[in-house]
């Protein structure tokens, strides 16, 4: 089913729904359409209107509150870490330094191994460069590989206030996508040049 790009009163991006949920808001009242299909029709016994492609609210819907608890996951780590590498490297001098890692070196170490128990939780892993995961640390503790952990793993904390953020992620394979991208980003971006 097609899939229809919905943006909030504000004209930012919102969320992605089926057409079914779309018609079921038109007969409410709570959209207007935006931009719609220049061939293809919905018909029914008493309505027949374009495709719709993009809709906009009518009410501002509010930003979700991100959820107390976090999700693990593998980018979950590296957003908790920055993408810093939680063992310390060491310069030609020996002194410690923190290494951000590049997005082809960047890599899920567990502390305590899971070949010896350890879980994919947030207490036991840690963002780390491939260098230390696969040469360095292997198949041992940070104490068994004498390497030092720049702080020890644990929960994300949230801040008050954080929202969920939501971002547009282009498909070229959906056709309403390739719409809002070719027909109403640029119709948009024209009319604030002027």
Known sequence: MTSVIVLNSNYEFWTEVTVHKVLKWISKNKIEIVLEHE?????????????????????????????????????AV????????QYYHRDENGKKYKYQCTEDETTIDHVLPKSRGGKSTFENTVCCCRWH???????????EAGIDLIRKPSMPRQKRGDFAV?????????????????????????????
């Open 78 to 85: 590296f957003n908790r870490d920055s993408n810093i590498c």
């Open 133 to 143: 995961n696969e040469v360095v640390k292997k198949n041992m503790t940070p104490e």
């Open 166 to 194: 939501f971002r547009f992620a282009y498909n070229p394979r959906r056709l309403s996508h390739v719409y809002y991208m070719e027909k109403w980003l640029k119709k948009s971006f024209t009319h604030k040049i002027v």
């Open 39 to 75: 061939s293809e029709e919905i018909r029914s016994i008493t309505l027949t209107i374009k495709m719709p492609v993009v809709v906009r609210l009518l009410n501002f819907v509010s930003y979700k509150i991100k959820g107390e608890i976090t999700q693990y996951s593998d980018q």
